[in-house]
């Protein structure tokens, strides 16, 4: 199993950057998927999550970044995406996605417990 997360980079306060994850050896449509950040200093938080294809297609946000992250998940390709509008400098941070340890869990959940599988992050940099 290999999550290829990419699409950091640095951008200004205020711009935009999509973040996608890409999965080998496994259906990520079964999985319960997450967004995560770690910014120098701070512990791994958890970002955005969606829940697994063919369910009522929950997503949840931290509230820092309600309204302006966006997750969703592309089927076909087996990736899930982040779309990140209106960049902060708090936002900078190394980006990680994940897929839950088991498929077709009921609930997105928060924490980094919950998660089996792991991208090997992208370096997200937010300037003022």
């Known amino acids: 199993v290999q999550l290829q997360a990419s699409g950091g980079g640095l951008v200004q306060d205020g711009g935009s950057l999509r973040l996608s994850c890409a999965a080998s050896g496994l259906t990520l449509s079964s999985y319960n998927m997450g967004w995560f950040r770690q910014a120098p200093g701070k512990e791994r938080e958890f970002v955005a999550g969606i829940r697994w294809s063919g369910s009522s297609g929950t997503t949840s946000y931290v509230a820092s970044v309600k309204g302006r992250f966006t997750i969703s998940r592309d089927n076909a390709n087996n990736t899930v995406y982040l779309q990140m509008n209106s960049l902060k400098p708090e936002d900078t941070a190394v980006y990680y996605c994940?897929?839950?340890?088991?498929?077709?869990?009921?609930?997105?959940?928060?924490?980094?417990?919950?998660?089996?599988?792991w991208g090997q992050g992208t370096q997200v940099t937010v300037s003022s």
């Open positions: 994940a897929a839950d340890t088991s498929p077709y869990r009921a609930l997105v959940v928060s924490t980094a417990e919950g998660y089996g599988y």
